[in-house]
């Protein structure tokens, strides 16, 4: 069988021998041009040399001179002409078959089957639904009734209602172009953005937010997860165990340990079950965080008028802050087509269909999250709410109110859920790893190797949350550089794309959606600097706070 693909005719052309004969096929793919069914041409040359295929460079549907001995193009069924024989329709109808179930003949890089997003492709929906319900709920959702403390009930709740909207939007674009073109998986949003903005200015523009949000959000993982760690065994072993106690650092390392050894499971899917842990635990930890708040007496001065500002710029900043804090909640967009790269896909099962079904799930009980830990929280606390969010406000108030045994509970659902946040959140990063050693050796990574890696990884993590403390004062600065992968470039990738035509109410929301998205953007790092030119940065190196 030989198969030559002609981009500039969107076809495919097959080429078969069949007992001694040179029977030709024209296979054209799916497109607006034809309907959902391949459309054939066949023509058998008699034995004749194996000449150019008759009726290429004809229009679709021309028929072909009875002369000629070929058969006239129909689309391909059980009374197709009997001049080719019982045993050739046999043949074309299982092809047609397996053409529908193969779809429209991805080009695979046979190095995708080695690493670690794309070597498992058995994702379905569920799955799809546990890797964004771990990867969209975080420790920032914790931290929404802060912005409540600055906006206020209307603002806050707008806000937050405008930005789960905003990003449920852009995750569907997401979804939706992993296969804009046929034959072609964006399986990684660098790949998408190379093809949307160019090979340079793809990579200028995505490469270092995802890096910042893959690995800046481990190191946090890491300093959460460790110090949380010791507030669990603090509160379980209460004066039992404060003879000789772990120090913080040394809890770091005890949860970086327990990161590294669940990471030697080797692909994306491999994780589902971690996964499905992570959103059970995000889940109940939130829901136990606001019931508890509100369960609970609210303090005598609680007030629900938004803080106050000595001056105007002042003012300005804490409503960007307030703003920040909503928009950086949303989070697991640069991993959305990581996700869908799991899944099977054809032309009868297109993986955008099981991605966006999954999704849709993941994000309904995310909005069933976010929406009363906020609104909770505030109600609970009002503008006494700690910086720290509603977890410290719950230890600061209700402390001696609640019982050990819950406290302990929720402090060890957010270790859990750190702990498989941190797998979803590093496999980009291992799949670079090894898609540059692949690249190099052309061959697989072996077991220590990819273990190597990630150990590697880890460690590295560690040091980076340890040695450098003070990259949490830069957090508002690299956060505003990365909040376009989430509201502003999947705006501007599917204009790129899909070429809506100009004018039109398509053309219209990406362009406001992605200039407010840049904007904000362009704010949030502003906010950053102005941060820290008022506050100042402390170079304090292997002092973690």
């Not at 058995?122 to 914790?142: S, T």
């Not at 690249?439 to 590295?460: A, H, Q």
């Amino acid at each position: 069988m030989h198969v030559t693909y002609h981009p500039s005719h969107r076809r495919t052309i097959w080429s078969f021998r069949i007992r001694n004969k040179n029977t030709f096929i024209n296979l054209y793919p799916r497109s607006a041009l034809f309907s959902h069914r391949s459309f054939f041409r066949s023509e058998t040359n008699g034995g004749k040399g194996n000449g150019d295929v008759a009726g290429a460079g004809a229009g679709a549907g021309e028929p072909v001179s009875a002369k000629s001995g070929t058969a006239s193009p129909r689309f391909l069924s059980p009374s197709m002409s009997s001049a080719l024989g019982t045993p050739m329709k046999r043949v074309l109808v299982n092809l047609r078959g397996y053409l529908e179930e193969v779809g429209h003949l991805t080009k695979l890089n046979p190095q995708d089957a080695w690493l670690p997003i794309t070597e498992s492709r058995h994702g379905n929906a569920h799955y799809a639904a546990f890797h964004n319900l771990n990867a969209g709920i975080g420790f920032q959702a914790l931290l929404l009734p802060v912005a409540f403390a600055f906006l206020g009930w209307s603002w806050g709740i707008i806000a937050l209602t405008v930005a789960y909207f905003w990003q449920l939007y852009t995750l569907w674009i997401l979804v939706k172009l992993h296969e804009a073109l046929p034959g072609r998986r964006y399986n990684r949003y660098v790949e998408l953005a190379q093809a949307a903005f160019g090979e340079r200015f793809g990579v200028w523009l995505a490469l270092f937010p995802t890096i910042y949000l893959s690995a800046g959000t481990a190191a946090a993982l890491i300093l959460i997860g460790g110090e949380t760690l010791k507030l669990f065994f603090q509160i379980v072993c209460g004066s039992l165990c404060s003879s000789n106690p772990l120090s913080t650092v040394e809890w770091y390392l005890v949860f970086t340990f327990l990161c590294i050894v669940l990471s030697q499971l080797p692909n994306l899917n491999s994780i589902a079950g971690l996964s499905l842990i992570g959103a059970l635990t995000a889940i109940t930890y939130t829901c136990m965080a606001w019931l508890l708040s509100v369960g609970q007496e609210r303090p005598p001065s609680v007030s629900y008028q938004p803080l106050s500002s000595p001056s105007l710029g002042a003012a300005a900043y804490s409503v960007s802050n307030a703003l920040g804090i909503i928009a950086y909640a949303f989070r697991g967009h640069n991993l959305a087509l990581e996700i869908q790269a799991t899944m099977p896909s054809t032309f009868k099962h297109p993986a955008h269909v099981p991605m966006w079904r999954g999704a849709k799930v993941a994000y309904l009980l995310i909005a069933m999250c976010f929406f009363p830990i906020a609104i909770g929280g505030f109600w609970a606390y009002g503008n006494l709410m700690p910086a720290g969010g509603i977890l410290n406000a719950l230890y600061a108030f209700h402390s001696r109110d609640i019982s050990r045994g819950l406290l302990a509970t929720t402090f060890l659902l957010v270790v859990f859920h750190c702990l498989t946040s941190f797998q979803i959140y590093s496999m980009p990063v291992f799949d670079s790893f090894e898609a540059g050693y692949t690249s190099r050796t052309n061959r697989p990574c072996s077991i220590w190797v990819r273990s190597g890696f990630r150990v590697f990884y880890g460690l590295i993590s560690f040091f980076v949350g340890v040695a450098l403390p003070f990259l949490s004062s830069l957090a508002g600065l690299l956060g505003g550089l990365s909040l376009p992968v989430t509201f502003a470039y999947p705006c501007f990738m599917w204009i790129r794309m899909k070429q809506p035509p100009r004018f039109s109410f398509d053309w219209y929301l990406n362009w406001s959606l992605g200039i407010v998205g840049m904007a904000f953007s362009l704010a949030f790092s502003v906010g950053g600097v102005w941060s820290m030119i008022n506050s100042g940065i402390q170079l304090k190196f292997f002092k973690p706070n």
